[in-house]
């Protein structure tokens, strides 16, 4: 006659078989994670790059603070930076912080990643290229890495 219950062996096994599931799945969800965090990041550069051209185009005049561009991009790790000559713009938006940059290239192609945080506008032209002459730099500390997106637009 057998006892009620289960055995040590049938126990051992479903505990194999769950840290199995749990050891399959783990890779998977963190990589959706990270694609989700640089997918965000990517969004809010190009909203922050399309809001910059329309204050240009309807308004006539280049943004005073990053809320005047996008009210829910949290200007704590944005920043956006420009130098103007004969009407045309070039215009870096960049966001600090870790971000997969294969996975940002995914949603926004045009757009860089380097383990440097730019934290100060003095330290774009080292990164982007250009030496802007206005822009927002972030104001979150200890925080490694920069996204960021480089354009040029002509305002007539």
Do not use: C
Not at 54 to 68: A, D, F, K, Q
Not at 77 to 86: D, F, L, M, V
């Amino acid at each position: 006659m057998r006892k009620k219950g289960f055995s040590l062996v049938e126990l051992l096994i479903v505990l194999a078989v769950m840290a199995a599931l749990i050891a399959t799945i783990t890779p998977v969800a963190l990589n959706a994670i990270r694609k989700a965090k640089a997918t965000q990041v990517a969004q809010n550069l190009k909203t922050l790059a399309s809001a910059f051209e329309n204050m240009l185009y309807v308004e006539g005049r280049t943004p005073t603070t990053i809320s005047s561009l996008a009210r829910d991009i949290d200007d704590d790790k944005y920043g956006i930076a420009w130098t103007a000559s004969s009407g045309t713009y070039t215009v870096v938006v960049w966001a600090i912080g870790e971000v997969s940059d294969t996975a940002l290239k995914e949603v926004l192609s045009d757009a860089h990643y380097t383990s440097t945080a730019i934290k100060e506008l003095s330290e774009i032209e080292a990164v982007a290229g250009f030496k802007p002459t206005e822009g927002f730099t972030p104001t979150k500390e200890n925080i490694s890495g920069t996204a960021y997106y480089t354009f040029t637009v002509t305002a007539y």
